[in-house]
């Protein structure tokens, strides 16, 4: 009875936003991947090829399929001086490998009200630290332990867009949830009772370029009552996106920090506690190229840096990512990618460096 109590009430509740205009627009794709990796690659911290993103030295090649990467959205909207939507983003992604049966996921799912040049979201966004994604055929992977940092959390975010004519300002100031997703019971910034905090400066300049400055703050209190071990988590950065024409677009970023792996940035420099901070250095940049109508060229890397003080043995000190894709859009909607890339990784004691070059080809069908 509850499915079909859920599908009924679904109903009732879509019926009435139509009749007040509702428009919903999805949006997503279905993306099949082949992922050939020369020598052993971690995914999220596991060994397998589901997001490669580290190479941890195991001395063998290994290939895999996959359909996991498909990801399905759902846009709403309504209103006119007051706009009312939301965002509701759906795949199947896990880091336990390439299994054929899996869970669906949740990665957006926000409300949204906005008037004049204000706009309110409340629910599970994109970080406003660190706030683009590389284009990358390694979906999942993402560039994240390679400079990139920003993940989705839920927060309650505002949005103010300053009117003007040449330049665009826009503050974006949120406070979200800092504890890790993974692991038992509540994490210890909810013991603390303080959100993080995180902001953005941007502004849209030329038309259609953007730079912007972004922070973030989070205190932890991993015992209650005991202010003895209490750490913060702080960083900042910058980003850009420069489309300069067709033919040559650059966006990337740049950010340093304190402890960010305790709040699901993710940085190799790992989790701190007390007089143990771990502080990281990260930067990545992507080229993207439209040559023609079918074929589209990105060569892109990034770097992730431990700067902690005092490393020890098997500490990771750097992890460098290099790639390129050749797309091949066949109509607007279809499209073969082919990505080859190299990871570098740098153990603190080891002999020389860990490394594995990763191709990854697939179909995609945008939609």
């Known amino acids: 009875m509850k499915p079909l109590f859920s599908i009924l009430f679904s109903l009732v509740i879509s019926s009435s936003l139509f009749a007040q205009g509702l428009e919903l627009k999805p949006y997503g794709f279905i993306k099949g991947d082949a992922v050939y990796s020369s020598k052993g690659v971690n995914s999220f911290g596991n060994p397998n090829l589901s997001s490669p993103q580290i190479a941890n030295g195991v001395d063998e090649a290994a290939v895999g399929f996959t359909a996991k990467h498909t990801r399905f959205g759902l846009k709403g909207l309504f209103g006119d001086e007051v706009k009312v939507g939301g965002v509701v983003e759906l795949d199947f992604f896990s880091a336990n490998g390439f299994d054929s049966n899996v869970n669906p996921r949740i990665r957006l799912a926000y409300a949204s009200v906005a008037w004049d040049n204000l706009e309110l979201r409340f629910g599970q966004q994109w970080d406003i630290f660190s706030p683009l994604n590389a284009i990358t ?11 990139n940092l920003g993940f989705r959390r839920s927060q309650i975010q505002m949005i103010y867009k300053i009117p003007a004519k040449e ?8 406070l979200a949830e800092a504890s890790r ?3 038992p019971g509540l994490g210890d910034d909810n013991k603390a009772v303080l ?9 849209k300049f030329l038309e ?7 922070f973030v703050y989070a205190k932890f209190s991993p015992v209650p009552d005991s202010s003895d071990l209490d750490y913060d988590c702080s ?3 910058a ?14 970023e740049v950010n340093m920090g304190t402890n960010l792996n305790n709040a699901n940035l993710f940085t190799i420099a790992g989790n701190g506690k007390k007089n143990d901070s771990r502080k990281n250095l990260g930067i990545w940049a992507n080229i993207n190229s439209k040559i023609n109508e079918h074929f589209h060229l990105v060569i892109g890397g990034g770097l992730d840096k431990n700067q902690t003080d005092n490393l020890v043995n098997k500490d990771i000190e750097q992890n460098f990512v290099i790639y390129g894709d050749l797309i091949f859009p066949i109509t607007k909607e279809f499209s073969i990618a082919l990505e080859i890339g190299n990871i570098t990784t740098s153990i603190k004691g080891a002999d020389k460096d860990y ?13």
Do not use: H
């Open 235 to 237: 960083g900042f950065g």
């Open 167 to 174: 330049f665009q300002p826009t503050i974006q100031l949120a």
């Open 137 to 147: 055929n390694n979906t999942n992977g993402n560039l994240w332990f390679g400079g």
């Open 208 to 214: 259609n370029k953007t730079i912007g400055v972004y």
């Open 195 to 203: 959100p993080m905090v995180q902001g953005r400066l941007s502004t």
């Open 355 to 367: 490394s594995a070059l990763v191709g990854i080809l697939s179909g995609k069908v945008n939609f």
């Open 239 to 252: 980003d850009f996106t420069l489309p300069f024409n067709k033919y040559f677009e650059l966006c990337g």
């Open 181 to 183: 997703e993974t692991g």
